[in-house]
T-cell receptor, first 113, second 113 residues
Framework: AQSVTQLDSQVPVFEEAPVELRCNYS??????LFWYVQYPNQGLQLLLK????STLVKGINGFEAEFNKSQTSFHLRKPSVHISDTAEYFC???????????WGAGTKLIIKP | KAGVTQTPRYLIKTRGQQVTLSCSPI?????VSWYQQTPGQGLQFLFE???????NKGNFPGRFSGRQFSNSRSEMNVSTLELGDSALYLC????????????FGSGTRLTVV
């Protein structure tokens, strides 16, 4: 069965520094990959998705992610973070033909001034 | 256009009672999914409906049920509430059958006392 691992539960980073949030999934069968962000007391907002095509995916708010099939990874990056990026970030995977998202445990991004 | 609307936002129920949560998807979206979010278990898939048919169900007891109406609005019901059912319940809708990315509502915070 598919599983998703977000390697860091918390990532502290200084404002304007770059950040990478790591995500690995277990199965190498064809998948769709997603990153969502959750601000306190809110639902989840889609940052970006990979369905097919270019392995570098650009999303909203300056985020991007790279799909690496051989390493079954989909790491999220931002070159310069802002205090407003403070939130929890979730990686999710959907196997083709399976209408559900399998979620990672989430990574809290903590921006230090 | 209007987003995914979940009602109510907050709910307090007593053990043994039942509860019904409502979700109105984005207009034109035919797929509706439900997720439970708790600090201990994270995000877990409950079920997904497409055109009034349940296509996939997560690993939850039969006390958890759902349905979708012809206008794509969906409800989920939890009977015989237990303390462990306290959670944020999130609804998501999608335009495409799969891979389109899901738009989430703000959730219903259920507290069972």
């Amino acid at each position: 069965a598919q599983s998703v691992t977000q390697l860091d539960s918390q990532v502290p980073v200084f404002e304007e520094a770059p950040v990478e949030l790591r995500c690995n999934y277990s199965s190498s069968v064809s998948v769709y990959l997603f990153w969502y962000v959750q601000y306190p007391n809110q639902g989840l907002q889609l940052l970006l998705k990979y369905l097919s095509g270019s392995t570098l995916v650009k999303g909203i708010n300056g985020f991007e992610a790279e799909f690496n099939k051989s390493q079954t990874s989909f790491h999220l990056r931002k070159p310069s973070v802002h205090i407003s990026d403070t939130a929890e970030y979730f990686c999710a995977v959907s196997d083709l033909g399976n209408y559900q998202l399998i979620w990672g445990a989430g990574t809290k991004l903590i921006i230090k001034p | 256009k209007a987003g995914v609307t979940q009602t109510p936002r907050y709910l307090i129920k007593t053990r043994g009672q039942q509860v019904t949560l409502s979700c109105s998807p984005i207009s034109g979206h035919r797929s509706v999914s439900w997720y439970q979010q708790t600090p201990g278990q994270g995000l877990q898939f409950l079920f997904e409906y497409f055109s009034e048919t349940q296509r996939n169900k997560g690993n939850f007891p039969g006390r958890f049920s759902g349905r979708q109406f012809s206008n794509s609005r969906s409800e989920m019901n939890v009977s015989t509430l237990e303390l462990g059912d306290s959670a944020l319940y999130l609804c998501a809708s999608s335009l495409e059958a799969q891979g389109g990315g899901y738009t989430f509502g703000s959730g219903t915070r259920l507290t069972v006392v």
